[in-house]
């Protein structure tokens, strides 16, 4: 088993070795001769724009996600339609028993 100082000194060799590889592509002259001028090619960001991309052919839906999805999305939007309803209703029943003047409504033509 390897000791905390090998692992610290293994993972700054790792570091050391990418940063002179970054460094060696990017700061080439010829690149654009090979076609590499494209850039370094990092694979976690590769890696990670994979998974984004095929995130939805794997999601497996559970009883927490449908939870999730009606806490975020349905019940908020159900919430505010009947919240909208009400308040209409209720300014429609002020104006249709002559509780607001015509003069005074906030749309003319309801």
Known sequence: MATPEQIQQEKAARRAAIRTEYWRTMTNPHAHLHGES?????????RFQAMRVNHFE?????????????LTTVIPI??????MKRERDAREKEYRTGQVAYKDRRFKFI
């Not at 999601?59 to 009606?70: Q, V, Y």
């Open 58 to 70: 794997h999601f497996k839906p559970t009883g927490r996600t449908l939870k999730i999805g009606m």
């Open 38 to 46: 494209a850039g370094v090619f990092d694979t976690g960001l590769a």
């Open 78 to 83: 159900v919430a505010y339609a009947i919240m």
